[in-house]
């Protein structure tokens, strides 16, 4: 006798979801990575609970800029990379991912992550260097460049996005830096977003 599944989720807490099911007389279900699955009998109505392991659940973190108005940063050396601190709202944060305004996202879950950082920036003349540092350490698989050629500096904004899938252990900390080949350049953020995502499945 063919039986077809019958499914009713409930949230029963932030972590945890259940669910029952008529699964007929199959012994052995598989719902996925990621799934705690338990069977009272292996009778004809079967109750199956589904158990959302907490590494799944709240990992995501965002920080945004809008409409920034302030004088902006004045970069070192050349060589020098200065973390972005012009990160002005902590807008999404969760048990996994740690949001800190003006500087860092924090992973407190370890899994792979998608990590994107928009901005859109004007300064001084140059050649930008943004790179993304992980416990600060160079993570050189997110690093783009963009020149701004005029004398004087460009008032209006200039766009780019820096994104990186990655798998990270814990504790980990994220940032964006950036250097000009200007000595002394002023870098202005205008609007940005730096967001971190778990990705399950």
Known sequence: MSVSPQWLLTQTSPNIRSA??????????NFG????VTSDTNNYQNT???????SSVGAWGQLVTANNNTAGQNL??????T?????LTSSLTSPAVTAVPTGSIGINVQGMYLVTAAMSFSGSIGTYTF??????VPDYDAQLQMTIPNVGGQAFPVS????DLDYYTIPTSLDIRVKCS??????????GSFIVVRQVG
């Open 20 to 29: 029952s099911v008529d699964v007929g007389r199959q012994p052995n279900l």
């Open 33 to 36: 990575d990621g799934f705690i």
């Open 48 to 54: 199956i609970t589904m158990g959302v392991i907490t």
């Open 76 to 81: 070192g050396a050349p060589t020098t990379f």
């Open 83 to 87: 973390v972005i601190q012009q990160w």
């Open 131 to 136: 790179l993304m540092y992980k416990n600060n």
């Open 160 to 163: 780019l996005t820096l994104q």
């Open 182 to 191: 200007n000595a002394g350049a002023n870098f202005q953020m205008s609007n």
